[in-house]
């Protein structure tokens, strides 16, 4: 489990750059084709059952893009820190720090995105505005439902 004040994973996903506060990630680990997926909406983690969820898909990004992910990330319910949910993604590039005044409040993107997201970063390295991922629980049962 990762842990630290304002660091954030850096990951892509379709055309999305994207950030998660480490605090929420249980692990990070490489796709595998999974055996033990119970259904499209749930998977079988370390003999615990964890909502399943292809972030790609839950972000609208264009099917004829999409290709098999490479990583995915174990989510923690923040309340419990227990694993709540995996998720399937492009690439995990890197952690960042981040500091409070680095961030731009971000709402009003697309009312099917805006629950996923909360703030904006523009990283300089990259030329990219990168989003973070609002709190687990905000989005991730409404696109379990939703798939």
Known sequence: ????????LK??????????????IFAIEDYKENSEKTSSKTTSW????????????????????IKKPQHVLVLKN???????????????HNII???????YELNGI?????MFFDRAYPDNESNQIFMR???????ATHCAESE
Not at 1 to 8: F, K, S
Not at 11 to 24: N, T
Not at 110 to 114: E, F, G, R
């Open 133 to 139: 991922l609002a709190p687990v629980e905000q989005w």
């Open 11 to 24: 990951f892509q996903c379709g055309p999305y750059g994207l950030l998660i506060d480490i605090a929420y």
């Open 110 to 114: 697309n009312p099917q995105l805006d």
């Open 1 to 8: 489990m990762l842990t630290g004040n304002n660091q954030h």
């Open 46 to 65: 370390n003999n615990i059952e964890l909502l399943f969820i292809d972030l790609r898909y839950s972000l609208y990004v264009a099917e004829s893009s």
């Open 78 to 92: 923040a309340t419990t820190d227990e694993p709540f949910v995996m998720i399937a993604v492009d690439e995990v």
């Open 97 to 103: 720090e981040i500091q409070e005044s680095q961030w």
